[in-house]
C-alpha cells in the first residue's frame, strides 16, 4: 500500500484520530505518516536514527531517536528532547519501542553494527518512560532490544531481544509497570530467521515479523505453538500493527538496507508497506502516553 521505499522501515502505528499509518524510517532518519484516504506520506527529518514513535494523549508523538526520549510536534516538526540516556556508549541508539496500558513509553536499545554483521554484543537495554517522565532501566546486557507487547489482562509483558532469536513472557505489574521472571515462550524456526517487531491480537495471539524470514507468524502465548505463517513478496520483514477503521487490517513494514545490489534487482517491494486483509482477526487500538 505504501510504495515509497523505506531504508528501514519500522514500528508501524496506527492514528485513528488522523486514519492515518505512523511509522519510522530508522535509518533515513524520518518519522512518516501514511494517510490511505489521499495516499499521501508525509515525513518529518530528524538529526538521529529513530529507532520507535508512539502517540502522545495530548496530540503529536513521543519518540526515542539516538539515545534520547523525545516529543515530536507533527505541526511546528519540532523535537524537544525529554531526557538523554547512555552517553557513555555512543555506538548505541534505541531500537523499538511501545507504550503500556497505563501509559508509559518502554523502548530498548541496541548497538550498531561497527562493520556488516559486526556489533559489539550485549550492550542493549530495555528502559521505561514514566508520565512525570523519569526513566527506569527494565532490562540490562540485551542485543537488540526489539518487538513487545503486553498481554490482554495487563498480567504478562512479552519482548523479543533479536539476537536470541525467540520472544520471551515477563510477568508485569500494571500498577508499577516494572518486569520480572522471564520465560521463554516461543524460539523461531531456523526458516523463520531472525524475530523483529511484534503486536497482539483481539484474541491475545502474538504476530512476529521476522526479519529476512520474508513473514510473519502467529504465535499461541498459552501454549507457545505457531499456529499460522502469512509470507510476504520480500524477505527483510521488519515490523506489523492492526488498524484500519476497525483493526481488521494489518500493516507490515520492511527494509531495503541490508539487501546487496543482486538482491535488490530481484527484489522489487523491499522496503514498501503492506497490508494484510481476511486474516479473520482484529487487533486493538494502540495506548497514548500519558503526557
Avoid at 522501515?9 to 492515518?20: H, K, L, N, Y
Avoid at 539476537?163 to 500494571?174: E, G, I, Q, R, T
Avoid at 518486569?179 to 504476530?207: F, N, Q, S, T, V
Avoid at 507468524?217 to 527483510?236: C, F, N, Y
Amino acid at each position: 500500500v505504501v510504495k515509497e521505499k523505506n531504508r528501514m522501515g519500522e514500528c508501524p502505528v496506527w492514528e485513528e484520530r488522523e486514519s492515518a499509518l505512523v511509522y519510522v524510517d530508522i535509518n533515513s532518519q524520518k518519522v512518516c505518516r501514511w494517510s490511505p484516504l489521499t495516499n499521501e506520506v508525509q515525513t518529518v527529518s530528524l538529526d538521529a536514527r529513530v529507532g520507535s514513535v508512539a502517540l502522545r494523549q495530548c496530540g503529536g508523538y513521543v519518540i526515542a531517536l539516538g539515545t534520547r526520549f523525545a516529543f515530536l510536534d507533527w505541526d511546528t516538526q519540532a523535537v524537544s528532547t525529554i531526557i538523554e540516556l547512555e552517553q557513555d556508549k555512543p555506538n548505541n541508539r534505541f531500537n523499538d519501542g511501545k507504550v503500556d496500558p497505563k501509559g508509559r513509553f518502554f523502548a530498548g536499545t541496541m548497538a550498531e553494527e561497527t562493520a556488516p554483521g559486526v556489533r559489539a554484543r550485549r550492550q542493549g537495554a530495555l528502559y521505561t518512560l514514566f508520565p512525570d517522565h523519569s526513566v527506569i532501566k527494565q532490562l540490562d546486557q540485551v542485543d537488540i532490544s526489539n518487538g513487545l507487547d503486553w498481554s490482554l489482562d495487563h498480567r504478562t509483558f512479552f519482548h523479543i531481544d533479536s539476537l536470541a532469536y525467540a520472544v520471551h513472557a515477563f510477568s508485569y505489574d500494571v500498577h508499577t509497570g516494572k518486569i520480572a521472571c522471564p520465560k521463554l515462550l516461543y524460539h523461531l524456526e531456523k526458516e523463520e530467521r531472525m524475530p523483529d517487531g511484534m503486536c497482539i491480537d483481539a484474541e491475545g495471539k502474538l504476530w512476529v515479523a521476522c526479519i529476512d524470514g520474508g513473514r510473519v507468524i502467529r504465535v499461541d502465548p498459552e501454549t507457545g505453538k505457531k499456529i499460522q505463517t502469512v509470507m510476504l513478496p520480500t524477505p527483510r520483514i521488519t515490523s506489523c500493527c492492526f488498524g484500519g477503521k476497525d483493526y481488521s487490517e494489518m500493516y507490515v513494514t520492511s527494509a531495503y538496507d541490508g539487501l546487496d545490489e543482486t538482491t535488490l534487482a530481484k527484489e522489487p517491494h523491499a522496503g514498501e508497506i503492506f497490508k494484510i486483509t481476511g486474516l479473520g482477526v482484529k487487533g486493538i487500538p494502540q495506548n497514548f502516553y500519558a503526557a
